[in-house]
């Protein structure tokens, strides 16, 4: 017998199935708005570079309205995108937006390994060179020799040298830096977040906004330049989204292991 039911099928799939585009150009066509995608978020950054002369409110405004102007383009193809539905073959994928993240993370902060441009680094990567060494703290410098130099948030205090922050991030530090180059422990930090703020937004909404979610992340310069570098603003969101997250699942399993890692990602992120 040979049933003569036919499958149903949506208008977004009869239009890639009655289309007579050639498979090159609608290559091209799904790549075409990922290469402008990604240089709204060039254009982004050379803003945010070229804006960094003070904190007059007229600047930082003009600052906004362009990168509002680079990126709002790139947002109306995402909703255009995942409008068709979850099912739909046109439906926007989220992983061109991790891929996007990498891209452009991970070059800058291999470009700028060598270097500290703030003053909480220097504390940090020193606090945690003295974890990685199994002490609490360095030996402080003789007398003689302390006027020779001078670092900025570190604490002498009696025959003790250290930093003065939270010891999370510099112990966190330490531990990653034991796998993984220091350089790259920020931006493994952002990919992290970026998951945990798609399944947060998922489970709570569906999969177009967390697309969407991820896609204002990526396409975010501040969330950017914050995955470079040795700051410690990535590994305390990340602790908070994943307490978040635990959270959610606590409520919707009834699971008392995510109320338990709730708690403890909360006490991680107050140490750092």
């Known amino acids: ?58 600047t930082k405004l003009i600052q906004l309205a362009l990168q509002t102007i680079l990126v709002a383009p790139a947002l109306l193809w995402v909703l255009r995108q995942t409008a ?16 996007l993240f990498a891209v452009i993370v991970v070059p800058i902060s291999w470009r700028v390994r060598h270097g500290v441009y703030n003053g909480d680094e220097s504390a940090y990567l020193f606090q945690a060179k003295i974890f990685r060494s199994f002490h609490a703290y360095a030996q402080r410098p003789r007398i003689e020799v302390q006027g020779e130099f001078a670092f900025k948030h570190h604490v002498m205090f009696k025959d003790r040298w250290f930093g ?60 950017l330049f914050s995955c470079v570098g040795f700051m410690s603003h990535i590994a305390c969101a990340v602790f908070v989204a994943l307490a978040t997250f635990s959270l959610l699942m606590s409520i919707r399993t009834h699971q008392s292991g995510y109320f338990v890692l709730m708690f403890a990602a909360l006490a991680i992120a107050f140490l750092v």
């Open 164 to 223: 003065k922050y939270p010891p999370g991030w510099p112990a966190l530090l330490a531990l990653l830096g034991s796998v993984l180059p220091y350089w790259l422990i920020s931006p493994m930090l952002g990919l992290l977040l970026l998951w945990l703020v798609y399944e947060i937004s998922r489970r709570l909404y569906d999969t177009r906004t967390g697309t969407v979610a991820v896609f204002l992340m990526a396409c975010s310069p501040f969330f």
């Open 84 to 99: 068709d539905g979850e099912n739909s073959p046109t439906r926007l994928r989220v992983a061109p937006f991790f891929l």
């Open 1 to 58: 017998m040979v049933s003569s039911e036919k499958k149903q099928i949506s208008p977004a799939e009869e239009r890639v199935l009655t289309s007579s585009t050639p498979p090159r150009a609608a290559l091209a066509s799904r790549l075409a708005p990922y290469v402008l995608l990604s240089l709204s978020v060039i254009g982004c950054i050379a803003l945010s570079i070229v804006f960094t002369t003070g904190y007059d409110s007229r």
